[in-house]
């Protein structure tokens, strides 16, 4: 089956510091990958996207490349802030209108 | 334009009872699934449904069920509650067709006691 695994959190970086978040797939098929982020009592918004290999998502500074060989779509963002604070899920979709998500990983930015 | 609205936001129910929950799409959006996320189990789709067909059914036993009417609003109903169906429940629409993007609501926060 489909699954998706995400480095444990929290991950606590100062303001301006650059992010990694890991993220790797299993999936049959050829998913489209998502990165989701969940502020404290809200839903989720979708941050980027990449439907095939080697796309880049990116929006508000964070980026993703979609990497077929490595499984992987970690997200990256040069200079986080003190709002960039939440929680990050990464998921993918074969297009079942069902997403898999990680476990999420909570990031802390203090100023 | 307006986003995904679910109702109640917030719900006390006691174990065996049973819940409806309540959730409108973006308009134009026809397909709508729901989410569980627990601490536990973190966020686990439960069903889909595209013109009042559910098309995609999770992992979750039958006392959870749901349907969708024919403005694309959708009810979930959780029947005889247990402690563990404590969770926040996420709707999200898309519309089919286009792309994979799934647009959420705020979630509806329900606690068995």
């Known amino acids: 089956g489909n699954s998706v695994t995400q480095m444990e959190g929290p991950v606590t970086l100062s303001e301006e510091a650059f992010l990694t978040i890991n993220c790797t797939y299993t999936?049959?098929?050829?998913?489209?990958l998502f990165w989701y982020v969940q502020y404290p009592g809200e839903g989720l918004q979708l941050l980027l996207k990449?439907?095939?290999?080697?796309d880049k998502g990116s929006n508000k500074g964070f980026e993703a490349t979609y990497r077929k060989e490595t499984t992987s779509f970690h997200l990256e963002k040069g200079s986080v802030q003190v709002s960039d604070s939440a929680v990050y899920f990464c998921?993918?979709?074969?297009?079942?209108?069902?997403?898999?998500f990680g476990s999420g990983t909570r990031l802390q930015v203090q100023p | 334009k307006a986003g995904v609205t679910q109702t109640p936001r917030y719900l006390i129910k006691t174990r065996g009872q049973q819940v409806t929950l309540s959730c409108s799409p973006i308009?134009?959006?026809?397909?709508v699934s729901w989410y569980q996320q627990t601490p536990g189990q973190g966020l686990q789709f439960l069903f889909e449904?595209?013109?009042?067909?559910?098309?995609n059914k999770g992992n979750f036993p039958g006392r959870f069920s749901g349907r969708q009417f024919s403005n694309s609003r959708s009810e979930m109903n959780v029947s005889t509650l247990e402690l563990g169906d404590s969770a926040l429940y996420l709707c999200?629409?898309?519309?089919?067709?286009?792309?994979?993007?799934?647009?959420f609501g705020q979630g509806t926060r329900l606690t068995v006691v």
């Open positions: 999200a629409s898309s519309i089919l067709g286009q792309d994979t993007e799934a647009f």
């Open positions: 999936a049959t098929g050829y998913p489209s």
């Open positions: 990449a439907t095939k290999a080697d």
């Open positions: 998921a993918l979709d074969t297009g079942r209108r069902a997403l898999t």
């Open positions: 308009s134009g959006h026809r397909s």
């Open positions: 449904y595209f013109s009042e067909t559910q098309r």
